[in-house]
């Protein structure tokens, strides 16, 4: 079983407009509420392709009751921690460019976060845990790694979506992949990543340092997968971009899901490849048939 973990889920409030004028009022064309939170796109993209998993996290409030309800409604299997606090709204204003508006996250109570720990004790050797997205502010930023630690105990593998010090601290421990894009990469070792070469290098290091695959994404500019012994590239395929929130969510997925299943790096590669444009050519996470419709068109080759 995959369990997704999204400490931090939100409501993605999306507005469409053409013009942002901003200290004035606004009237808005189009909006859409959508459950969101890396960990539960993962499991959402994971629930398309038909791998059985269950997201966990913490969720509260009358934000948390339509998450819950909209989870419900697209049958993926949840287990979340409910908390007094609301889940958090977070902003995606689609105008002359893409700005997002992420709040801090709900405060947790310590016996709110007792009972998260608790669930792990049910984990399995064979499940893998994926970790995705922010902390909210009243956890310690080593939470993820106090979660590893759990799942060690119980001898399964996991993979971590997260940025910064937060990332560094984990990948000691082995991360079976960690899915920075190619900022987080330059900005975690506060360089400039202006070529390929430069981003295969700096993905190296991040093997140097205990991850066991380092997928880097690069929007429209496809993806690279650095191992231990070999080094991945693929261009992105043309296509109609509607939305890029979750893309990088939609590519974890894929690699997890097939790696999971095959124990196959390229393959996992291709399926994450997919499932990342898929949901960059739809208005949301994208279905298992755009996701086989992108799958053709990807092309990868050693670098
Ligand atoms: N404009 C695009 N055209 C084609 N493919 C895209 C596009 N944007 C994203 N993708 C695919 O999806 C993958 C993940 O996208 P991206 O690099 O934007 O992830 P991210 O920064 O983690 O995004 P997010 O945090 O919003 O999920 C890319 O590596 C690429 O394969
Ligand atoms: O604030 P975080 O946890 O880093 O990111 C949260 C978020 O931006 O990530 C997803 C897209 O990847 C969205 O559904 C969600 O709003």
Redesign the pocket.
């Known amino acids: 079983m995959i369990y997704t973990v999204t400490l931090n889920p939100s409501i993605d409030y999306v507005i469409q407009l053409p013009n942002l004028n901003l200290g004035e009022v606004n009237r808005l064309e189009t909006t859409f509420k959508f459950p969101g939170g890396?960990g539960i796109n993962v499991s959402r993209i994971l629930s398309e392709l038909a791998y059985p998993n269950q997201a966990w996290g913490f969720l509260g409030g009358f934000t948390g009751e339509f998450v819950h309800d909209k989870l419900r409604e697209l049958h993926i299997e949840s287990h979340f921690t409910k908390i007094a606090a609301d889940t958090r709204i977070n902003v995606k204003l689609k105008a002359e460019q893409e700005t997002e508006l992420n709040a801090a996250g709900p405060a947790i109570a310590a016996d709110e976060k007792q009972a998260f720990l608790d669930q792990f004790d049910q984990l399995k050797a064979d499940d893998m845990v994926i970790f995705s997205g922010s902390v909210p502010s009243s956890l310690p930023q080593t939470f993820y790694f106090d979660l590893i630690q759990k799942v060690k105990e119980r001898g399964a593998e996991y993979a971590v979506d997260t940025t910064g010090e937060a990332l560094k601290k984990t990948l000691p421990t082995h991360p079976v992949v960690v899915?920075p894009?190619n900022h987080e990469l330059a900005d975690l070792f506060h360089v400039e990543l202006d070529s390929l070469e430069k981003i295969k290098t700096y993905g190296q290091k991040l093997i140097e340092m205990g991850a066991q695959h380092v997928m880097i994404?690069?929007?429209?500019d496809?993806?690279m997968l650095v191992t231990p012994d070999h080094c991945y590239r693929s261009a992105?395929?043309k296509?109609t971009?509607q939305n890029?929130?979750?893309?990088?969510?939609?590519?974890l997925a894929g690699f997890a899901g097939t790696f999971d299943a095959t124990h196959d790096a390229m393959e996992s590669f291709r399926y994450g490849?997919a499932c990342?444009?898929a949901?960059?050519?739809s208005a949301d996470i994208a279905t298992k048939a755009k996701i086989e419709e992108v799958l053709p068109q990807i092309k990868i080759e050693e670098f």
């Open positions: 890396k899915k894009n994404s690069m929007a429209g496809g993806g992105a395929p296509g971009v890029s929130v979750g893309a990088g969510d939609s590519m490849l990342g444009s949901t960059a050519f």
